[in-house]
């Protein structure tokens, strides 16, 4: 079964011999071979760039300022932690499960990169990247090279995530705990000082018998009493003018009534007229009566005025004190209460907190050292396994070994344990025969690196969660029989994964799903690299150009290869 996440298309613009090239690669195991120089390594420096690397000015086309490489990539059967993750970084969600990936630098030293159309920073760009890719040879992204992977692979070789998982549930549980134990431990001092201080913020806020809902209306309220001298002598003008003057503006629109009705007696079209001063008149005696009712409200006595204004006050103070808005104020008096009674009820709880710490410590130390000894019983059947492979690929002689480290095993007692468990893993390789193992990271040659990172990837297709893998280099120094057991192993994980594979090799690249050719072409007095996808007879030039030959034999060997 092909997976559903892999790289579906990638577009480079001004990249080295690239001008604009856009690939659209498959499922599955895709071979790409091509002339020395001709540009195959620039395929994987573009994936590179995209994924977070380091930029080399030095690449970007002659004459160009900008350069920028576009992936899509779909991740319709990722996990869900990796749109966790997305979110949790600020980014657009993937839209109908494609994750779009751009990355543009320039000659001046800007760095922009996008995902999904948000912009992001270069961290996060290549935190991405260990999600989704491994690239094994001289560019290198290789996550079975930092130990806290190489212990998930182990864990998920071997069957124990449900063992992990369990293991994480009780750490984390204590780590609550803890947290919570270590709010309650303090000196007596400053015990007694936040008992004092916690009563106090309680009873000030609990006695003030505050609302949300008073806030708006408490505020108008204020502003009326520490206004209410002007608001009277601004009610009395507004009166003057509508009833109490001579003429008033009710005298006035009764003036108008007497005038209006001798028009109707000559006109009767001006009855009209009529109703709207009948309806005015109406209005200013509604006004009248309401400033007579607006200026009632004002005559507060100085007791009403005092409360007001002694709790607006008290009001503001809170605020200054606990919080922004009433709300806030209310909220901190809801937390301090609850952190009160805590504090009142301490003994008691340390006494519980601790019976809970004590049982949960005992059972992540059970679970952690039965989680060492499951790995230990697991690391002897995986180096096996992979020894396996690399005698296939050509390592008759070399040795791969998994060392774990349990500090319980070292006279350190309890040892404190990680959601991880106790151990210290490295995965360790020893290429010829009298040589010391060495982590993985110190193997120097990047073609050894490539074929234990190809083994490796055998043994761990099922488990591994890394769903789309390059390979450069991994045929080099191969020959013969290994080159055929290279590109079978790479047709085999293709399987589960996605592979790309620069190849120099025949049998390794007759092997794969598709076939890309790189070649460069002279356009205008300029040299351009293109890709394109082989079909059945192109792709048998190509091997047998690559095996070395244009007349029949090579050609029938070709035939062969990709019968076989």
Request: aromatic share 4%; hydrophobic share 35%.
């Amino acid at each position: 079964m092909r997976s559903g996440r892999m790289l579906t298309d990638l577009r480079i613009k001004n990249l080295a011999l690239v001008d604009d090239l856009s690939i659209e690669f498959g499922s599955g195991y895709n071979a790409v071979t091509g002339e020395t120089g001709a540009g195959k390594s620039i395929i994987i420096g573009a994936l590179g760039l995209v994924l977070g690397e380091r930029a080399d000015r030095t690449l970007l086309r002659d004459g160009n300022e900008q350069c920028s490489v576009e992936a899509i990539i779909d991740v319709s059967t990722i996990a869900e932690d990796f749109h966790h993750y997305l979110e949790s970084s600020g980014l657009e969600p993937c839209e109908s499960n494609q994750l779009l990936l751009k990355r543009i630098f320039s000659a001046s030293g800007a760095n922009r990169q996008f995902v999904n159309g948000s912009p992001t920073s270069l961290s996060v760009l290549s935190s991405i990247g260990e999600w989704l890719v491994d690239i094994h040879g001289p560019h290198d992204h290789q996550s079975l090279l930092k130990s806290s992977r190489q212990l998930e692979i182990l864990d998920a070789y071997g069957g124990l995530e449900n063992q992990r998982k369990e293991l994480a549930v009780s750490v984390d549980y204590l780590s609550d705990l803890e947290n919570r134990k270590s709010e309650l431990v303090v000196d007596e001092d400053a015990y007694a000082r936040e008992l004092d201080l916690l009563r106090f913020q309680v009873d000030e806020i609990e006695s003030a018998q505050l609302s949300e809902d008073e806030e708006d209306g408490l505020e108008q309220s204020f502003r009326r009493v520490t206004n209410s001298a002007r608001l009277a002598e601004l009610v009395g003008e507004v009166k003057a003018l509508v009833s109490d003057s001579e003429p008033s503006s009710y005298d006035l629109i009764l003036g108008a009534g007497r005038l209006i009705n001798e028009m109707v007696n000559v006109d009767e079209g001006a009855e009209d007229l009529l109703d709207q001063q009948s309806q005015i008149s109406e209005q200013i005696n509604d006004l009248s009566a309401a400033l007579e009712d607006y200026c009632d409200r004002l005559n507060l006595d100085p007791d009403q005025m005092r409360e007001v204004e002694d709790r607006y006050n008290l009001v503001q103070s809170l605020k200054r004190k606990y919080g922004a808005s009433l709300k806030a104020v209310i909220d901190f008096g809801s937390k301090a209460s609850v952190r009160l009674k805590k504090l009142e009820n301490r003994d008691e709880e340390l006494v519980d907190l601790n019976k809970k710490i004590d049982t949960i410590s005992d059972k992540i130390q059970k679970q952690g050292r039965r989680l060492s000894e499951a790995r230990k019983e697991v690391a002897p059947k995986l180096v096996v396994e992979a020894e396996k492979q690399l005698n296939d690929l050509g390592f008759l002689q070399s040795r791969f070994d998994v060392e774990i480290v349990d500090p319980n095993e070292l006279g350190q007692g309890s040892a404190s344990v990680s959601r991880n468990g106790f151990d210290q893993i490295e995965f360790l390789f020893a290429p010829n025969p009298g040589e010391p193992f060495k982590p993985l990271k110190s193997i120097a040659s990047s073609g050894e690196m490539a074929r234990v990172m190809l083994a490796l990837k055998t043994v761990l297709s099922s488990q591994d969660s890394i769903p789309i893998l390059v390979f450069d280099e991994v045929d080099a120094n191969v020959g013969g029989e290994t080159a055929t057991v290279v590109g079978q192993k790479m047709n085999k994980i293709g399987e589960k994964r996605q592979v790309l594979c620069i190849t120099h090799l025949a049998p390794v690249a007759a092997t794969g799903s598709r076939h890309y050719l790189v070649e460069k072409e002279v356009d205008n007095g300029r040299t351009h690299t293109k890709v394109r996808l082989l079909n059945s007879t192109t792709r048998i030039d190509e091997l047998t150009r690559m095996l070395g030959g244009s007349g029949d034999a090579a050609r029938q060997h070709a035939e062969e290869l990709l019968k076989s």
